[in-house]
């Protein structure tokens, strides 16, 4: 049995999975729009939306957080503290959109856009 085993595996270790989402994170915050696969955008965008808040604090303290957690890739966290983060000041979430497509031509998965709102 499967219980409270959240994780989506993707047939990935835990360092393959890690690098994945940060890949897909960093790529959101650079181009604000990315297509995936369904289950890879249902599993970045928690992740997302917790740095999105994280940023919106704006202490010291937050920004390091921010930075840390965006691998010390500063050109990113700047972007996402000072351009992305201030548009959703005044909103308690929900700061990404999860837009079903038609299956891949290729294997059939169920694809996906996640973008900002």
């Not at 303290?61 to 005044?90: G, W």
Request: glycine letters at 6%.
């Amino acid at each position: 049995m499967r219980h409270h085993n959240n994780v989506r595996k993707f047939g990935r270790n835990k360092n393959q999975r890690h690098a994945l989402l940060k890949g897909l994170m960093l790529a959101l915050i650079a181009h604000g729009k990315i297509e995936t696969t369904e289950a890879k955008a249902k599993e970045l965008r928690p992740f997302i939306e917790k740095m999105v808040t994280k940023a919106n604090v704006g202490t010291l303290a937050s920004r390091r957080l921010v930075i840390s957690r965006l691998y010390n890739l500063t050109s990113e966290a700047n972007k996402l503290i000072s351009e992305i983060a201030p548009k959703y000041k005044e909103r308690t979430g929900g700061y990404t959109r999860i837009t079903k497509l038609p299956r891949r031509a290729g294997d059939a998965s169920k694809m996906a856009i996640i973008e900002f709102v």
